[in-house]
């Protein structure tokens, strides 16, 4: 066998190796978003948050032509998770950037399971607060309810579970 051979095939084997590995990492990541009822659009937006590059009155960094200040937007999400009604409940709190706490918007959501599918895929949209002012869904259609098998006072009493700043 050349040295040339003998490259090659450390590099082949490497490279099986390196993808088994890679393979392994993504099985992980899948067990482990399954085990914690972890939302994928949760997920979503911590790895991509909010491009929209809203155009604000506030200094940010320059854009390439230097004409507009920019000013992206971030959102953190606080996930309760209601263990008797099998629901998880999410706030999500929007602010005008990332160097200071002005809050511009916040939401709460339910999401449950529905069927035998493993991921959450029915929402109830509970409260926002936007500009101070709050946005309460209460009561909710019935439709919904059935959906989610609650009552108007146990939807309601979902207001609770918001972790609004």
Known sequence: ???FETKSEALRS???????????LAVFSLILIHVFDIDTEDIK???????SDKVVGRKGPKNKA????EIRQYSEFVIVKHKTLNLQITTGIRY?????????SQWCY??????TD??????????EINDGETLSYAPFAVQTLREFGLTQVQAKDLTSYCRFR
């Open 14 to 24: 490497y490279g099986q190796t390196a993808m088994a590995g890679l393979f392994s």
């Open 96 to 104: 005008d950037n990332s160097s200071d706490q002005n809050i511009e």
């Open 118 to 127: 493993s991921g959450f895929s029915v929402h109830l949209t509970i409260q």
């Open 1 to 3: 066998m050349t040295a």
């Open 45 to 51: 937006s911590f790895f991509a948050p909010d491009t």
């Open 66 to 69: 230097g004409d507009v200040d």
């Open 110 to 115: 339910a999401r449950a399971r529905k069927g």
